[in-house]
């Protein structure tokens, strides 16, 4: 049974940095195909993805919004990926959400991030 479980939301100020972590059990990391993403969704928007990291070479992709102030990252031997969120905006403000693309979409239960003074 896979299960991927956020962590790391909270109210931060403007420009200020937050990291997420996604604990994942269920399948390995070493599978070639599969990709690890977070996606967010605002309150009155659609759910968007924010970035992706392929499991077996480290390859990364941007929402633009995020280019430059986001970096995802894993860690194979603990099964989890990071997003470090750096130089935060109050748009920012969302639930993110893990989710895995390999031999089914899977998806965490989201965390929330507010960006507020």
């Known amino acids: 049974q896979v299960q991927l479980v956020e962590s790391g939301g909270g109210l931060v100020q403007p420009g200020g940095s937050l990291r997420l972590s996604c604990a994942v059990s269920?399948?390995?990391?070493?599978?070639?195909?599969?990709?690890m993403n977070w996606y967010r969704q605002a309150p009155g928007k659609e759910r968007e993805l924010v970035a992706q990291?392929?499991?077996?070479?480290?390859?990364?992709n941007y929402a633009d919004s995020v280019k430059g102030r986001f970096t995802i990252s894993r860690d194979s031997a603990k099964n989890t990926v990071y997003l470090q969120m750096d130089s935060l905006k109050p748009e920012d403000t969302a639930v993110y959400y893990c989710?895995?693309?390999?031999?089914?979409?899977?998806w965490g239960r989201g965390t929330q991030v507010t960006v507020s003074s």
């Open positions: 989710n895995a693309q390999a031999w089914a979409m899977f």
């Open positions: 990291i392929s499991l077996a070479g480290g390859r990364t």
């Open positions: 269920g399948f390995t990391f070493s599978i070639n195909s599969y990709y």
